[in-house]
């Protein structure tokens, strides 16, 4: 198991990241709209550690609204992340909204993300469709 295995998962459960987002940015479908949201911070908190993570944002964005590039920009450090809604998004549902609030920092500057995401299953899987950020 590697060091970071090991590691507090950075989506803020308190569980291990191995235990947590690490199978989901390996290529497991998240089982409900909040996991999928904590694995994609994951994946940007993980930028340059994770080799998986630009993969796994590309896989985990709908088509029909995902950026050329996906790719997280290792110099922005995601410090934390808070959900304060769950809208459905469970393992029956089709659709699911999370609300959350992630500081963040580059350099010297830094600053609060609060953001409600958009869900929706797509061949079975979780996907992100879109965002409203305040």
């Not at 803020?12 to 909040?34: N, Q």
């Not at 340059?48 to 709908?62: E, F």
Request: glycine share 10%.
């Amino acid at each position: 198991m590697s060091t970071l295995d090991a590691a507090p998962c950075p989506c803020g459960t308190g569980r291990a990241f191995a235990e947590c987002c690490g199978p989901y940015l390996d290529g497991h479908p998240a089982p409900t709209a909040e996991a999928l949201m904590r694995s994609r911070y994951t994946a940007f908190a993980l930028a340059g550690r994770h080799a998986s993570a630009a993969n796994h944002l590309w896989r985990t964005w709908h088509p029909s609204k995902r950026p050329e590039d996906v790719t997280p920009d290792p110099g922005q450090a995601w410090e934390g992340l808070v959900l304060t809604e769950v809208v459905d998004g469970d393992e029956d549902d089709e659709a699911g909204e999370v609300a959350f609030t992630a500081r963040w920092r580059r350099g010297r500057a830094h600053g609060v993300l609060t953001e409600r995401s958009f869900f929706v299953r797509r061949a079975g899987r979780w996907v992100y469709f879109d965002g409203d950020v305040n």
